[in-house]
């Protein structure tokens, strides 16, 4: 080997560590949050135990154990880009070719592995799991002895199918030349046999066994995209050395090479990442930070036009005190986008949950925290789940209760000071009353009127707050604004201060002129809070739809409007 | 390696030991104000219970002494964790058969008595363990818990099959007959008997909906359901959280033997909502409650059930002609639900909350005890707390009951056990023993659901039901 070729494989590890960083640190962070805030990695025996029961569990465990340094983006980011570059690492290690260009091919199962965890399905144990098989395949390389090399892969086969679950069979596949072929059908047999074993004994189907129960989100789901990365690991490290001879064109072959390898890299991750979805989580994430500035400016540079997003926009601008004025310079889609419909996942109701609670509907934040976390597929729990519950309870002084997540979250690394700190107030009425939040929480949700709640009427249940506490701005704005995007103009003007002398909100002026217009009412007589020049411009737009002006028109002159959501996005 | 192994190491211990205080917390605070966790003073235990372990709630309990003296054997524990050896405990149970072990300790200066009745508890118990929540579920399944020991299995789990795994039931605790309920995709009642195994499809042309709540004839040969269209609501005041309740609700009995269904009028009243049926121990009359239908869900806190009765002849499966009213809860402004009697024929237990038939989410919601003999209902101070007791079941020779309590901490169901002599005397009630209590139910997300004795170890192929439930093979009732 040249002096030059030693330096081939650190710095192609380099560069995967660096791409992979600065991907998932740069254009990826809010999935890196994503994964940490669905998993609650407990430092307890107990919690090892549980997890490890399972066949990968141990993988599992470790993976579980990085993902909760996701709670800081860049820490994640470096995590994901060392497990790639350690499978990188691996995988020259075990490949046939030591060449430079087989060391530059060797990219490719680093790489379709790196493709895997772009779907927020994917979970950092399927990686953990691939990287301690090819330790293993490593391991058994540095058995000298023919015989013991097979006996080693005999025996490791099953046992880490129980470490890491159904990747083991990487090692009999990765050993197949290195082993005696009867040691290496027995392996691959017992690769088999193994999860067909588990299955009698353990509650899982064995399609879940065979691909693996902790690898994915969802349990019953075949990662496919792991499983092509297998494959494609099993195939470039069995093909042949491949040799250029030295010189320029040797050079020139191999940074072609390169060039391609990192060109289809590139592409897939393109095509496999989901950017629709990272968006959603940074909306999601930046309401559950309440940093509603950051929401509003996002909202500014390219409108949000899902329910999850249009909502923490909406709880953004009431949060800041600009819903009624600001509200239709954004896309609006109907009352989903103040309370997005329930539905069975644990995404939507985890971030409506914000809302409830940021509002004083302290039960209804409790219920759709609680049915997020039920609704994690793979049947973990969460810190962001169990922080909240922990709130909610301690505003409603349940307090045992309150307690019992407390204490679980006092056995994790992030979440422990918090718990330990609100565990103080457990019981302790002057603290909580003292608290700015859950002091103001606790006076602003019901105490008095019972009412069944439905996520579809949530107007019913906010009038119930504003009829306790006429004063709380953000309950009378809710109440407002959904009347407004229900189109519901009788209702709106039932509960809207019309006997106000300055100028009311926009969108409450506009939608007055609406309903004077609905009901026949001269627009001359405008009330006082209705500033002249709005409805200047409202006999303007008037005049322009008449008229039949083109809808580009339209939307570029009035698309900030209450009478443009009411006549075209309704 | 080995200094980061270290710091792993040191930071692991520090926070298990920085964190140990907020369990001490939130144990005292299980305890209330009793001086150990769980409350095992003066309680009455059977003969073959698993050890009572427990841990005193007090800081000065650090160097406690505690002696259990019983019948000539005594033993000794020193500091604030009670932990038996399962071989000293069962010496010591067996020595103070129908009589008491007294506890003496230290510090804190304190006494008090298990008393051990010599009437042993079945074998076993089954329960579904799930979270107490609102709509959907994380993992949960039906777990079986031998009563001796600290062993637990489970049966099946929602990872065998993709759905809610519900209501089980055992005939008079024998543990080879029973019916499973599973709702969702892979929806079916799973029906053992004499060792085959089906999956069937209980919704018909002419039934309100899939059979719910079951309970076995003790012939063996039918099975009365109750088939219940029910929803939930959700109160936005703290003191509730969630109202379940039926719109509708009927029974019927399936007939094991000819594959038929009994679905008399006199079961499926119109106007009257039935549900929770339960045969009496000479399989002569089928207990349900039953409550006029009423508009929903405007007029739910107004629908009240009463304990009713109807006869049934075994030999031929008829339903009697009328129904009488046992215990008109509903006059006095009451509901009652899970009518259970005793297979000695003596008692019908109950759960008599404010309104409706889900009790668990009433705090109110306490046990009651019909003495059939005199035709007298009473509560049942003696196991009755502050918060919610629902759900209940008799051991099969009828000197136990299991019952549901939230008594721990408002929301999760936990199973206490308590003893009924021949003479009607109930003893104190115990919480399920576990190998470390203090431990493991604060940390215990999950609520214990529908306890059931069984006399025997439950011998299940989770692996055969699964594919049962999961194929699409459905028998029809008829």
Redesign the interface.
């Known amino acids: 080997m040249g002096q030059a070729e030693k330096y081939v494989e650190p710095a192609l590890a380099a560069i995967i560590f660096v791409a992979v960083t600065l991907f998932f640190g740069i254009l990826y962070p809010y999935h890196i949050y994503h994964q940490e805030q669905f998993q609650l990695f407990e430092?307890?025996a107990?919690y090892f135990l549980t997890v490890s029961s399972v066949p990968g569990g141990f993988a599992d465990w470790v993976g579980r154990f990085l993902t909760q340094f996701f709670i800081f983006s860049w820490a994640g980011a470096a995590i994901t880009g060392s497990l790639v570059t350690t499978i990188y690492l691996l995988v020259c290690r075990v490949a046939r070719g030591k060449s430079p260009v087989s060391r530059i091919l060797m990219i490719v199962p680093a790489a379709a592995f790196s493709v895997f965890l772009t779907d927020e399905r994917a979970l950092a144990g399927a990686l953990v799991a691939v990287v301690l098989t090819l330790g293993a395949v490593c391991a058994a390389r540095a058995i000298r002895n023919d015989k013991g090399r097979s006996v080693f892969v005999v025996a490791a086969t099953p046992l880490f199918y129980w470490i890491c679950g159904p990747v083991a069979v990487l090692l009999p596949l990765l050993e197949a030349r290195d082993v005696h072929p009867a040691a290496f059908v027995c392996a691959l047999a017992l690769a088999v046999i193994t999860p067909l074993a588990s299955?009698?004994v353990l509650?899982?189907?064995l399609k879940?066994l065979m691909t693996g129960v902790h690898y994915f989100r969802y349990?019953?789901v075949v990662p496919v995209f792991l499983w092509i990365a297998v494959l494609i690991t099993v195939i470039f490290c069995h093909l042949p050395d491949i040799r250029i001879k030295n010189g320029t064109i040797g050079t020139l072959l191999a940074s072609a090479c390169l060039i391609a390898v990192i060109s289809i890299w590139v592409s897939t991750v393109r095509r496999t990442a989901d950017f629709t979805k990272e968006e959603l989580m940074a909306y999601d994430y930046m309401s559950r930070f309440q940093q509603w500035d950051d929401i509003v400016g996002k909202a500014g540079e390219k409108q949000p036009d899902r329910p999850i997003s249009v909502s923490c926009l909406n709880l953004a601008l009431s949060q800041t005190g600009r819903l009624p004025d600001e509200m239709f310079s954004f896309y609006q889609n109907g009352t989903a986008g103040l309370f997005p419909a329930f539905s069975?996942v644990f995404t939507t109701p985890l971030s409506t949950a914000e809302i409830f609670w940021h509002l004083g509907?302290?039960?209804?934040a409790?219920?759709f925290t609680?049915?997020a976390?039920?609704?994690?597929p793979d049947?973990q729990?969460s810190g962001r789940c169990y922080r909240r519950l922990a709130q909610t309870n301690l505003v409603?002084?349940?307090?045992?209760?309150a307690?019992?997540y407390?204490?679980?979250l006092?056995?994790t690394?992030f979440y422990?000071n918090w718990?330990?700190s609100t565990?103080k107030m457990?019981g302790d009425e002057n603290a909580i009353a003292g608290h700015p939040l859950y002091g103001k929480l606790r006076i602003l949700?019901?105490?008095e009127?019972?009412?069944?709640?439905?996520d579809t009427a949530v107007d019913s249940?906010l009038l119930?707050i504003a009829a306790e506490h006429p004063d709380c701005e953000p309950v009378r704005e809710y109440i407002l604004a959904w009347y407004l995007l229900d189109c519901n103009l009788d209702a709106f003007v039932k509960h809207f201060d019309s006997g106000r002398q300055s100028p009311a909100a926009r969108a409450y002026q506009e939608a007055y002129l609406m309903y004077m217009l609905e009901h026949q009412l001269p627009i001359e007589n405008t009330p006082p809070f209705v500033e002249t020049a709005t409805a200047e411009r409202f006999r303007r737009f008037i005049k322009d739809v008449q008229k039949g002006q083109a809808q580009a028109f339209i939307t570029r002159t009035y698309g900030d409007t209450y009478w443009y959501y009411a006549l075209y996005r309704r | 390696m080995r200094k980061f192994l270290h710091t792993i190491t040191v930071v692991s211990l520090l926070l298990s030991s920085c964190s140990q205080s907020l369990e001490d917390k939130v144990a005292k605070r299980y305890a209330g104000d009793c001086p150990i966790y769980p409350d095992y003073m003066n309680v009455t235990v059977p003969v073959n219970i698993a050890p009572l372990n427990f841990d005193y709630t007090m800081p000065e309990a650090e160097d406690a002494v505690t002696t259990f003296t019983g019948n000539g054997m005594s033993v000794t524990f020193k500091g604030p964790r009670i932990r038996w050896n399962a071989g000293k405990w069962r010496k010591i149970l067996s020595a103070s058969a129908n009589g008491e072990i007294n506890v003496r300790c230290s510090s804190p200066d304190t006494s008090w008595v298990l008393y051990v009745s010599a009437d042993e508890i079945d074998y076993g118990l089954t329960y579904r363990l799930i979270e107490p929540g609102y709509e959907l579920y994380s993992k949960m399944g039906i777990y079986q818990r031998e009563l001796s020991s600290f062993r637990q299995t489970a049966l099946i789990e929602n990872t065998d099959v993709d759905g809610c795994i519900n209501c089980h039931s055992f005939n008079r605790c024998s543990p080879s007959d029973l019916s499973l309920h599973v709702r969702g995709d892979h929806g079916a009642t799973l029906l053992r008997k004499d060792g085959t195994m089906e999956a069937f499809n209980t919704a018909t042309e002419h039934t309100a909906g899939l059979c719910v709540y079951p309970y076995w004839h003790p012939s063996g040969r039918f099975i009365a359901y109750s088939t219940n269209n029910t929803r939930q609501v959700f109160h936005t005041l703290p003191d509730k959280l969630v109202e379940v309740f039926d719109l509708s609700s009927d029974m019927l009995i399936y007939d094991t033997q000819t594959g038929n269904l009994i679905d008399d009028i006199i079961i499926c009243q119109d106007g009257y909502w039935e549900t929770f049926p339960a045969f009496s121990p000479d399989g002569k009359t089928l207990y349900f409650c039953r409550a006029a239908a009423k508009s929903i869900p405007d007029s739910l806190t107004s629908v009240r059930y009463d304990l009713c009765a109807v006869d049934f002849d075994p030999s031929t499966g008829a339903v009697g002609d009328s129904v009488r009213t046992i215990v008109a809860a509903s006059a006095s402004g009451h509901s009652i639900s899970f009518p259970r009697p005793s297979f000695d024929g003596r008692y019908i237990m109950y759960t008599l909350s404010g309104y409706g038939q889900f009790s668990i989410w009433h705090h109110e919601a306490d046990l009651w005890l019909y003495d059939i003999a005199s035709g007298e209902s009473r509560r049942l101070d003696e196991v009755n707390s502050g918060d919610t007791e629902s759900y209940h079941n008799w051991s099969s020779t009828s000197r136990w009951f299991v019952f549901s309590s939230r008594r721990d901490d408002g929301l999760f169901t936990r199973p206490y056990f308590a003893h009924i002599s021949e003479s009607g005397v109930i003893g104190k009630p115990f919480l399920l023993p576990q190998k470390d209590p203090a431990h493991f139910y604060p940390n215990l997300y999950l609520s214990y659901n529908i306890p059931e004795f069984v006399t025997g170890e439950v011998k299940f192929n989770h692996v055969k039901a699964a594919r049962l439930l999961n194929s699409e093979q459905r028998t029809p009732f008829k």
């Open positions: 430092w307890t107990g299955s009698c509650h899982y189907g879940s349990v019953t069975r509907l302290i039960n209804a409790q219920h609680f049915e976390q039920e609704a994690i049947f729990k409603n002084g349940d307090y045992a209760v307690g019992k407390l204490n679980t006092s056995h690394l422990r718990a330990l565990a457990l949700r019901c105490h009127k019972d009412n069944w709640f439905k249940v119930d």
